[in-house]
């Protein structure tokens, strides 16, 4: 795990903690939450979402509410792990148009309070 030197928390517990803040039926971007964290970029956030499998923290995360800048899920597990995120956010409420895009405006998350 990277760390920030001014940090005393691992850089993917910052980011994991952040996810987590996200409430169900809203959405953020990988870049959204690399602003809101720090000291990272959109593609560590995505790194730090896709080592969760790995981890215990995994069930804990709702790392299917973090999807690209453009309102789309990025493509991983050979499309069988982009299939999953979609029925989890579905099943949460998310809507997509017919490009598969989220609209962030109505169901993106403004950050943490």
């Known amino acids: 795990m990277t760390k920030n030197p001014t940090d005393p928390v ?10 987590r803040q996200i409430p169900k039926g809203r959405v953020a971007s990988y870049g959204q939450i690399a602003r809101i964290v720090g000291g990272c970029t959109p593609r560590m956030v995505g790194y730090a979402l896709s080592a969760l499998k790995h981890t215990s923290e995994g069930e804990e995360v709702p790392w299917q509410r973090v999807i690209n800048s453009q309102g789309k899920i990025s493509p991983f597990g050979d499309g069988f792990g982009s299939a999953i995120q979609r029925q989890l956010l579905e099943e949460e409420g998310i809507h997509f148009d017919l490009e598969g895009r989220v609209d962030f405006d109505a169901q993106g998350w403004l950050g943490p309070v």
């Open 10 to 19: 691992p850089l993917y517990q910052r980011i994991y903690a952040m996810v």
